[in-house]
């Protein structure tokens, strides 16, 4: 499948930020997919010229591509490619789906993060009508010079308003407020999805269908796997299962092969 407009962009921000790759794993992947020509789709850099280019050692590339393939990222061809080398094929649904992970992560963290730091009082005027321009004195002083003194009056009251309240208010009263959060339930669901996922890593990794599979788990069924997974730990591997050979992705064959132990 040729790469869509920016895919090669996108993945080699998703490899960067891959959690499962290593230093070296990373320099090897985007070695890799900067031989990859966009025309013709060819993708077999030798061995050697990976080891040269990266100044390593070929034992470690070679152990470095088995992890590559084994995540997903890329389809090994054996002795495919010019001079008998091997080919590859990027997984670009694999790193359009972690680019998009990421997208979420950060989407997320604006969310969490919005309004903490703001503080609930709104500020003053920088000048009252007709003043002119002085340098702001102490917020202690209530000077006519640089503050309304009628302002400053009736805050003063507010506040005092305020404190006899707190203090008339009896202590039976206080009760603890329960609220609820939001951060340990998206860790719940994070934690659901690592393991459908890493069941179906493990279960598939190394197979030729491994990259159809990925390629196959849009974001909605994503989700009702996770859901499921949160129902019921374990579920969530079986359920893709199941929806993946309903759309011809899997082969019956494959899923009777799979049991409960190999999740």
């Excluded at 001079?83 to 992970?101: D, G, I, K, M, T």
């Excluded at 009082?121 to 004195?137: I, N, V, W, Y």
């Excluded at 404190?163 to 339930?185: D, M, W």
């Excluded at 890593?201 to 196959?216: E, M, N, T």
């Amino acid at each position: 499948m040729r790469p869509q407009r920016l895919d090669t962009t996108l993945a080699f921000k998703a490899i960067n930020l891959a959690p499962t790759l290593s230093g070296t794993d990373k320099r090897v992947i985007c070695a890799i997919l900067d031989h990859y020509n966009r025309e013709t789709g060819q993708c077999d850099p030798s061995l050697t010229t990976i080891a040269e280019l990266l100044g390593i050692h070929r034992r470690t590339v070679i152990r470095a591509i088995d992890r590559i393939v084994q995540l997903g990222f890329f389809r090994r061809i054996r002795h495919g490619g010019h001079f008998h080398r091997n080919f590859y094929v990027p997984n670009w649904a694999r790193f359009r789906a972690l680019e998009a992970q990421w997208k979420d992560q950060k989407q997320q963290h604006r969310e969490r993060i919005r309004g903490v730091n703001l503080s609930p009082f709104q500020g003053r005027e920088s000048h009252l009508a007709g003043d002119s321009s002085a340098t702001q004195s102490s917020s202690n002083n209530i000077s006519r010079k640089t503050c309304n003194l009628s302002l400053a009056n009736r805050e003063h009251d507010q506040t005092s308003s305020l404190s006899n309240i707190t203090r008339q208010r009896p202590q039976s009263l206080s009760r603890p407020v329960h609220v609820e959060n939001a951060s340990s339930r998206q860790a719940a669901l994070n934690a659901a999805q690592r393991r459908w996922d890493n069941a179906i890593l493990k279960r598939f990794a190394g197979h030729p269908i491994y990259s159809d599979i990925v390629g196959a788990i849009d974001q909605s069924l994503s989700d009702a796997a996770t859901q499921s997974e949160m129902d019921k730990p374990g579920s969530g591997f079986w359920y893709v299962m199941e929806k993946l050979v309903e759309r011809e992705v899997v082969p019956r064959t494959h899923l009777k092969s799979s049991t409960p132990g190999d999740t």
